[in-house]
Every structure is written in structure tokens, then in C-alpha cells.
């Protein structure tokens, strides 16, 4: 019997970002075990709402200018909004779709309420999707996302049939406190066409950083580190992909890297590029950088890159952290660096890894096979397919 299931987010769908990838890959690898997955978000120019299919996965798209919203900031606009739309028009799509089960991505408060008391009305079973949890800053703060995430977490989350999460010790204790039913799903990758089969015999080594260059990714650290490479005299170029340069964070760190002059001739900046083009770039690569600092933020989530990278065949250096350090191991796809993020030990380790392409090899095909085995489209989607029907 198949089952029916809406995803329900606040995001714009015509963006591609981490969160879109995950939950498409999730709806393909669900396909075989008779799940048919749908994602909800905004991207309509036209109509209140339209349904779409790309390429097999079906969206349904709604007008944010049909729902608009003043806030104080435009994450908690967007979520209004979003709000507005499930409140009004939630109802009529479980019906007319023949819908069973709703999966909330990244809960926030005001989107929750209406989703829960519309589901449950109609006999709907609804999940959440746990992942990010803001640790307090300013910027979060004043934004209302730590106001969300909180009310979400200990008023509204009781009230669901079950999660998933994606870094154990956090959403997983919450959810064993309110006697939730739970599944792990920490990421989910298609096994890559393009990989790399032999040692690289690049002369100049291609180091890429795959996504938004933001304080998180602790950027400081790995421009600290590529200016001793530098110094070291390194052949190599450093790739940027997925940096837009579109908000403030980010065009603040591009400015960054543009002042560092002993940098300019070692940096490619791509921007967005498709899939094609950045497995392409990804198989091709020596090695990834992938940095985390130790904070309560960093616990909640495991970085959805990290099986892409894995799958490639190529070698991360990433930060000796949880959750990285829980579920990966030395040698098999990653190496790792202290938790203090030193940019000399970062540096180091490029340069050493550099002259070592028969060895960078040997742990990136390990790591193949690691994400082979853990993060596949059928590892994980019997896993979460089981969970679902179980919650049915």
C-alpha cells in the first residue's frame, strides 16, 4: 500500500540549499518502499499555490505575495507567511492529496501550531524533522529564531508522533524525555556517477570548501591556514563552491579573503553550479575542508556535505567535534584536527597530505565505502521507510 507524505518547510523551493537536497534525496530513496514524498514550501510567481514535479519529485509551491507579513526580521517573515499558508490551505491538500503523514523540516513554533491542529483533526499522523538548534547570539536573539526554536521544544513537540534527527544527544534525549518514537537520519547521498578510481597526480592541489561562507565555517581559520601554505611555497588552488555573496555575512567574509593580496592568486570562486559540475569539481579534488567549533549549535547537526565528500572518493580534513567525531573515523574519508581549529595544524596537515597522494587515496576510498555502507539511498531508506510505517 503507498503511502502519501507531505514535507512541509518554509523555504523558497526555487533556491537549492542543503535542506532541499536532503529532503529530495529522501523522497528518492523512499520511492522503492511504496512512500511518495511531496515538499511544501514557496517559489509561485501565479497562483495561491501550484504542484510541480521535478524530474520525479513532486513540489508544491505557494505564492508568498498572496500570504504577506510584516516582521521585524525576514526569517520571521518568511515563516509568517508560511504560517499563513498551512492555516488556510493545509487542510484541502491532505485531502485532495490522500495525505497520511506530515514531516515538519526544522521546526519552528508558529508553523507547528496550525500543522498539528489541522493534521490531528483529520486523523493525520505528523513527525518533525530535528536538526538545527541555534545556540544564543545576538543575531538569533534579535532575529526570534531562539524564540521559535524554544517554543517548539517545550510546548509543541510533545504533541507530535514521532522525529528524526540527525546528531544523537540532543533531539534524541529530548524526544526519549517525552517518549517519542525516533529514527536517525543523519544524511543521505545517491552513490556519485563521477569519483575519483586512482591516486590524483595533480601538480597543483586543488583544495575546495563546498557551501556558505558564514562564521560557522569557521573561514578566519582556513584563510589563516591557506596564507602559510603559501608561505610554505604550496602549489595549489583553493575552490569556493556554493558562496553567493548575497547577504551580509557572507559578502562580509568575501571581503575578507579579497584584503588577504597573498591569497588572490590561489582562489576560484564559482558561486552556485549544478549537479553535474560539482561532482565534477568534487571527484577532481585532493582533498575538502569542513571546520566546526565546540558549541551547543555544532552538537545538533550533522553537516549534510560530509557523505557527498565521502562519496566522491576524495579525503575532509574536518574538526576532531561532535557529532563529526561521533559517526566518523580516522582514515575513512576524513582526517581529523584538533578541536581547537589551530591554522598551523590545519596547514600542516594540507602540506603533508599533499605529498601524500597514494595515502589521500587509500582514505578517501575507505570513506566510499564508509558512506556506501551508513548514508546510502538504501541504507537509509529502509530505515526511515520502517519508521514511517510503524508511525502509521
Known sequence: MRMNVLYCTYYDLNSSNAAFNRIRNISHASKSHYINIKI??????KDVYEITDDNGFGKILFNRSKFKTFRHSN???????ASKFYLRHLHELILNLKISLIIIYSPQGEIVGPI??????????????????YGFSLHSLLNGMLFQQAYFRYFQMKKLDGITFVAHHTWDQRADKLNLPKVHIPSI???KQIFRTSPSNNKIIHIVFMGRLWSREMPNIIFKALKKCVDEDLKFKFHLIGTRNNNYREKYWMNKLKKIKALSNFIKVYGYVDNYFRDRILAEADMFILLREEKKETDY?????????LMSGNLTITSKVSPISDYLKENYGVKFISKSNNPNELANLIISLSRQPQKRYEIGANGREFALNNYSFEVIGKRLSSFLKNII
Request: proline letters at 5%; one cysteine or more; charged letters at 25%.
Open 40 to 45: 511544501v514550501g514557496s517559489g509561485s510567481k
Open 75 to 81: 526569517a520571521m517573515k518568511y515563516i509568517a507567511e
Open 301 to 309: 547537526i550533522f553537516p549534510f556535505r560530509l557523505p557527498e565528500f
Open 116 to 133: 498539528i491542529n489541522i493534521s490531528k483533526k483529520l486523523g493525520v499522523k505528523v513527525i518533525a524533522d530535528c536538526g538545527e538548534y
Open 189 to 191: 547521498t545517491i552513490d
